[in-house]
């Protein structure tokens, strides 16, 4: 197969992926905090509620919009670049991809007509009602995708034979598939993920808010809720990464020694926490835990961990980028922890507005966890290579034989200057939404239906309430 | 009936569900530049604005279905037509945006900026999916591994720009139609000055695209002639087509809307009827194309997804009626809306 092709087509999934992925995490995130926010406002019935429901409806439409458009691109992308892959796996991998049409988005995207535009047309709880199922769609679509995902990690429940076009994997067992080895571990990681990217940044806007000392009752509102949302959802990523890890090192060895940077064939594996990886002679440099690695999986510093050198060559991963990713995803995956905590402690106790410094932080941190799951994303891509699907099928051997390299370097040139002009117009469009801030009519129900005078005496009564 | 056959069906009814409705979306689209005054435009977005996206979810499912169904089918379509799908997905992506983005701003740089990316896009997808098509109804080279070897220019022959341009017309006919149901007015009024016109040149077309079918794509007739009753499907399409001028000349918008519903819904059973039992017929060397049986999933497979389309489908056709009944009526501009 030709290389070049082949390399190209990857740079174009990985860009494509890439930046799709940072727009559904966040639908996912902020799905579950409009959940919250509009359960309150049922409960309470107070206004506030409701205008910040409203507005983060608002930034929840925004990144759906691109979701949708971006997720297009990926459908067709298996097809268009990775024909001989398509072949091998569609009666498997298709199957999530078609659940996934028919589970996930459909019910996404017609509660989200509702969710939007619903507010003056249905009642308070069939607005919920599609409110919850939105982000319940959101979910199941992350579940679908990465049981898909999963299974190239970890194939299971099938088995290979000849098809009308060479040898494919079929199905065998779909519960097998379903709950392969490693989905439930990573489905896990990924929606906790998606829940820090959507909790950190309604803390980061709120964060901002607070500093310019705008939309307080508002921002405080927000803010309260996104910090038990980024302190819950970071330490749960803990115990997903803790999981996830585990079970790398069980069923892709070779991807998790590349993941830490163990290159002897068996024996002691050191813990890295900062380090370079000499891949010309085997080793890495940097701060580390003597057998700390081993001790992480077996609880005993000595216990021997096959290493990247247990395996040819030619079925060896990348290791400097897989290991940088994996190890910044954890660092990232840290600080975020002990910022959340440290800003809801602040909060607790009364002294978070006054420390602007932290407000600055927690402002910039909404960058984290979109690195931190790019990254995760890298390492679990890259540390699986030479392998499309592990140990079935190679990279190189999955692309379309009938697409040149010409073809593809257009389609690259073409999908890369788009999302450009797509990512410019994202931050334009929510930072004059940031910069508008909420709606103060947004507190208010429906009252359009009443008479004038009604609405003026609610209208007035509900502005001096909150004066 | 076999599995294989259900699933030629169910793929087939995912795809006219989507021409006939993200048809009226994207035709709406086409029309968009034609229409004048800030608020008029944003009255027709707003009119598809809740349902557009879902609409596309036909596609994207029909996508999935046909990958896991018919996946060398998937394989060698999506490769076959590399730049072609590559331009749709682009077309597709600046008028998605483009309905979102479009009056977030109040400056008329922006608004026009986006009403021609809306507009261009939605033409570019109707005509791209419109070759596309005619195209797999006319078959294409393939090699003895069910690859296309037809480039960018063998996909634009004179016949699947016929199918593509009669795409154009028949989703702005669709689309005037809804139009007129979702608006009120002088708008309305405008518009519905539109429909007639639209409607003959569809006709024109549809003549047009007939003739060259029986002339060029004998093929097409064959299963017909081998089992007279499916004459049925194409003399339904002549009724349903010719039933749109006489609602509309009537003020029966609504039944209008239907017929030109069915209509694109019996096109495309009758280039199933003519493909049957082939996917994508290779042209001209008929022993390498790809069946309902050389290119299916396992039998296996295909019932688990049976099942899963038996769960499913009853649950999206339940609320989906339900959303476009919540939103029934003439379309008004209020603070929610686009």
Redesign the interface.
């Known amino acids: 197969m030709d290389d070049l092709a082949t390399m190209l087509a990857r740079v174009q999934f990985g860009i494509t992926a890439g930046f799709h992925y940072l727009y559904p995490p966040l639908s996912i995130g902020l799905g579950i905090f409009l959940v919250v926010i509009e359960g309150i406002y049922l409960r309470t019935k107070d206004p506030l509620w409701r205008q910040v429901a409203r507005f983060w409806t608002k930034v929840f439409?925004?990144t759906f919009?691109?979701g949708?458009?971006?997720?297009?691109?990926m459908?067709?992308e298996?097809?268009?670049?990775w024909?001989?892959y398509?072949?091998f796996?569609?009666?498997?991998?298709?199957?999530a991809?078609?659940?996934?049409?028919?589970?996930a988005?459909?019910?996404e995207?017609?509660?989200?007509?509702?969710l939007?535009?619903?507010?003056?047309?249905?009642g308070p709880k069939l607005h919920y009602f599609s409110t919850i199922m939105v982000c319940a769609g959101a979910h199941f679509s992350a579940v679908w995708i990465v049981v898909a995902n999963s299974w190239m990690h970890t194939p299971a429940g099938y088995h290979v034979v000849q098809g009308?076009?060479g040898l494919?994997a079929?199905?065998?067992d779909?519960w097998a598939l379903v709950f392969n080895p490693s989905s439930m571990d990573r489905l896990s990681h990924v929606l906790i993920g998606a829940w820090m990217a959507g909790a950190f940044l309604v803390v980061s806007i709120s964060a901002w808010y607070l500093l310019k000392q705008r939309h307080q009752a508002f921002a405080r509102a927000s803010m309260k809720v996104g910090l038990v949302f980024a302190v819950v959802a970071s330490l749960l990523q803990l115990v997903t990464g803790h999981a996830s890890v585990v079970g790398v090192a069980q069923n892709q060895p070779v991807k998790f020694a590349a993941m830490e940077g163990h290159f002897p064939a068996s024996a002691r594996a050191d813990l890295t926490l900062v380090g370079w990886v000499d891949e010309l002679h085997q080793s890495v440099s940097g701060l580390t835990i003597p057998g700390g690695t081993s001790f992480l999986l077996k609880q005993d510093f000595t216990a021997p961990v096959p290493g990247l050198l247990a395996v040819p060559a030619n079925e060896r991963p990348p290791v400097q980028i897989t290991f940088q990713a994996y190890h910044g995803m954890i660092a990232i995956g840290v600080a975020l922890i002990a910022l959340s905590v440290f800003a809801a402690i602040s909060w607790w106790t009364g002294r978070l507005e006054r420390q602007r410094w932290l407000l600055w932080v927690l402002v910039f941190a909404v960058l984290g966890p979109q690195f931190g799951n790019q990254l995760g994303w890298l390492a679990a891509e890259i540390g699986r290579q030479p392998w499309i699907v592990q140990g079935l099928l190679k990279t190189r051997d999955a692309i379309?034989?009938?697409?040149s390299s010409g073809?593809i370097i257009?389609?690259l040139i073409?999908?890369t200057s788009?999302y450009l002009v797509?990512f410019a117009?994202f931050l334009y469009?929510l930072n004059?939404?940031i910069v508008h801030g909420p709606?103060p009519?947004?507190a208010h129900g429906p009252l359009?239906k009443l008479p004038q005078k009604i609405t003026d005496a609610l209208s007035g009564h509900r502005a001096d309430g909150e004066a | 009936m076999d599995l294989n056959t259900i699933w030629f069906i169910l793929v087939a009814v995912l795809l006219a569900g989507y021409a006939i409705l993200d048809g009226f979306d994207l035709g709406v689209g086409i029309l968009h530049l034609f229409i004048r005054g800030d608020d008029e435009r944003r009255l027709c977005i707003n009119a598809i604005?809740?349902?557009w996206?879902?609409n596309?979810?036909w596609?994207?499912?029909g996508?999935?279905?046909?990958?896991?169904?018919?996946?060398?089918v998937?394989?060698?379509?999506?490769?076959?037509?590399?730049?072609a799908?590559?331009l749709l997905?682009?077309t597709?992506?600046?008028r998605?945006?483009a309905?979102?983005?479009r009056s977030?701003?109040p400056s008329h740089a922006w608004r026009h900026g986006w009403d021609i990316a809306f507009s261009v896009g939605s033409f570019g997808a109707a005509l791209l999916l419109g070759v596309a098509f005619g195209n797999v109804a006319a078959g294409l080279p393939m090699d003895a591994?069910?690859?296309?070897?037809a480039g960018l220019l063998g996909l634009l022959n004179p016949y699947a720009l016929l199918v593509g341009i009669t795409t154009v017309v028949l989703f702005a006919m669709h689309g005037a139609i809804y139009l007129v149901l979702k608006t009120e007015g002088e708008l309305q009024a405008r518009i519905r000055t539109w429909v007639k016109p639209l409607i003959f040149a569809f006709i024109a077309c549809y003549v047009l695209t007939t003739g060259a079918t029986l002339l060029w794509q004998p093929h097409l007739a064959a299963n017909m002639k081998a089992q007279p009753l499916w004459f049925a499907v194409p003399i339904l399409t002549v009724l349903a087509v010719a039933n749109i001028p006489r609602e509309i000349h009537h003020g029966r918008e609504f039944l209008g809307f239907l017929s030109s519903s069915a209509a694109i819904g019996l096109l495309v059973t009758l280039v199933g009827v003519g493909l049957y039992p082939n996917l994508l017929l290779s042209n001209p060397q008929p022993e390498h194309s790809l069946t309902i049986f050389?290119?299916?999933?396992?039998p296996?497979?295909l019932k688990?997804?049976l099942i899963?389309?038996a769960i499913?489908?009853p649950?999206?056709l339940t609320?989906?009626a339900g959303?476009y009944w919540?939103?029934r009526g003439k379309v008004k501009l209020?603070?929610?809306?686009y």
């Not at chain 1, 298996?78 to 670049?81: A, I, L, P, V």
């Not at chain 1, 991809?97 to 589970?103: D, K, M, Q, S, T």
């Not at chain 2, 996508?63 to 060398?72: H, I, Q, R, V």
């Not at chain 2, 209020?334 to 809306?337: L, N, T």
């Open positions: 439409a925004l919009a691109i949708v458009a971006t997720g297009l691109v459908e067709f298996f097809g268009t670049n024909a001989k398509s072949r796996v569609g009666d498997v991998f298709g199957s991809l078609a659940a996934e049409g028919i589970f988005f459909f019910l995207s017609g509660f989200l007509a509702l939007l535009f619903g507010w003056d047309k249905v009308p076009n494919r079929e199905i065998t779909f379309s034989p009938n697409v073809q257009m389609s073409l999908f788009v797509l117009t469009l004059d939404k709606d009519e947004d359009a | 604005g809740p349902v996206d879902g596309v979810v596609l994207v499912t996508g999935g279905a046909l990958f896991a169904a018919f996946p060398e998937y394989a060698s379509a999506f490769s076959g037509f590399y730049t799908l590559t997905l682009v597709m992506i600046f998605a945006v309905i979102e983005f977030k701003r591994e069910f690859n296309i070897t050389n290119s299916a999933s396992s296996k497979t688990i997804m899963i389309a499913g489908i649950l999206v609320y989906t959303i919540i939103f209020d603070k929610a809306s």
